[in-house]
């Protein structure tokens, strides 16, 4: 185990119907500031939630006893135009290149704005330009902090028969989530911190609200 990785309590299992893989497809991928490497995607049948998730099998991931995973929830304003009010886009980037280093999954999940969707997400951004946090501007359009359920993730995980992972994440949700469904999770390895003016406040509600492992500048 890493330094700066923290260990998972073991909970109660309760193991999500089965999934199968419909599609593998080899896939270059290539970043603005011109990382690149190729990819194997991963599509599903059988999915809990019926939406259209994506496995992407980097480095030697086949090799991989314990392989190295990030369940990174679909964000298009941070991964697709390089929104600085989140950190999404850094840390996809980031997974992407410290995945491949040590082979494994980084699970991409459609679940916009913690699972509200992509106008909702939007429309608590002008809540949170009122003064409000993140999690408070969910609550006030009567949405939950974090809808995200990590059941098709687990199914994903399972079709492509992985039992055990090492958690790529600050969220230690995502660690109980993929316990509770049958996933070992034997280590949590946060991310890096990827800090800017825009987005400080909503980092820091992350730290205080919901536990994240953020090592943030006093």
């Given at each position: 185990m890493s330094a700066d990785a923290s260990p998972v309590p073991a909970v109660t299992s309760a193991v999500p119907p089965a999934a199968a893989v419909r599609t593998k497809v080899r896939v270059p991928l290539r970043f603005p500031d011109g990382w690149e490497t190729v990819v194997d995607v991963f599509t599903f049948s059988g999915l809990a939630d019926g939406k259209e998730h994506l496995a992407l099998g980097i480095g030697d991931?086949?090799?991989?006893?314990?392989?190295?995973?990030?369940?990174?929830?679909?964000?298009?304003?941070?991964?697709?135009?390089?929104?600085?009010?989140?950190?999404?886009?850094?840390?996809?980037?980031?997974?992407?290149?410290?995945?491949?280093?040590?082979?494994?999954?980084?699970?991409?999940?459609?679940?916009?704005?913690?699972?509200?969707?992509?106008?909702?997400?939007?429309?608590?951004?002008?809540?949170?330009?009122?003064?409000?946090?993140?999690?408070?501007?969910?609550?006030?359009?009567?949405?939950?902090?974090?809808?995200?359920?990590?059941?098709?993730?687990?199914?994903?995980?399972?079709?492509?028969?992985?039992?055990?992972?090492?958690?790529l994440s600050n969220n230690p949700d995502k660690a109980r989530q993929l316990q509770r469904l049958g996933t070992d999770v034997v280590e949590r390895v946060p991310t890096g911190v990827h800090i800017s003016d825009a987005n400080v406040r909503y980092l820091r509600a992350k730290v205080e609200h919901t536990g994240h492992t953020l090592a943030l500048p006093a």
């Open positions: 991931y086949e090799a991989a006893a314990v392989p190295l995973v990030r369940p990174h929830s679909e964000c298009l304003t941070g991964d697709v135009f390089g929104s600085q009010r989140c950190d999404c886009g850094p840390q996809l980037r980031e997974a992407l290149e410290r995945i491949g280093e040590s082979g494994g999954y980084l699970l991409y999940l459609r679940q916009e704005g913690r699972g509200i969707g992509l106008y909702a997400k939007l429309d608590a951004y002008a809540l949170q330009d009122d003064g409000l946090d993140t999690y408070e501007a969910n609550r006030a359009l009567g949405r939950g902090e974090d809808e995200r359920d990590y059941t098709a993730a687990t199914q994903m995980l399972n079709a492509l028969g992985v039992g055990a992972i090492r958690l």
